[in-house]
């Protein structure tokens, strides 16, 4: 993140409950780890024809929404269409969650630290989206 959008991000009216800065590197770090490893699985097993390519949809759709969430709010810096798309990560994880659960039950259990951290980051967003109106 460069300078001028730190410094844009830190100007923002924040709730009382919004996590020091310094901890979103290494909790992305941890839930990087995991979506390589079961988002990895699940795009493998599409590849080798174990299951349909509607059941991978979520999953790449989620990557989509997750890796333009930081340009929108940090480069457009749209409090609002970041909203939006934290909203489209959360719904498309729990449809990825829902879909893979009956053919791997253990990438939707791998899930869990991921869907725990965007429903806080979808709070936090509405909120700050809401306070810096």
Not at 16 to 25: A, N, Q, R, T
Request: glycine content about 4%.
């Amino acid at each position: 993140m460069d300078i001028e959008a730190y410094s844009w991000y830190q100007q923002l009216i924040k709730p009382s409950y919004s996590p020091p800065s310094w901890l979103f590197g290494p909790v992305w770090t941890f839930l990087y780890i995991l979506i390589a490893v079961s988002f990895g699985r699940v795009f493998w097993m599409t590849w080798k024809k174990e299951v349909p390519f509607i059941i991978a949809l979520p999953f790449i759709l989620n990557l989509l929404f997750n890796f333009i969430f930081t340009p929108i709010q940090f480069g457009l810096k749209n409090n609002f269409l970041a909203g939006t798309d934290i909203l489209l990560v959360l719904g498309t994880l729990i449809w990825a969650m829902i879909v893979i659960y009956p053919r791997a039950r253990w990438i939707t259990y791998m899930q869990i630290p991921y869907l725990l951290w965007v429903s806080f980051a979808s709070v936090l967003q509405l909120t700050i989206t809401y306070l810096n109106k």
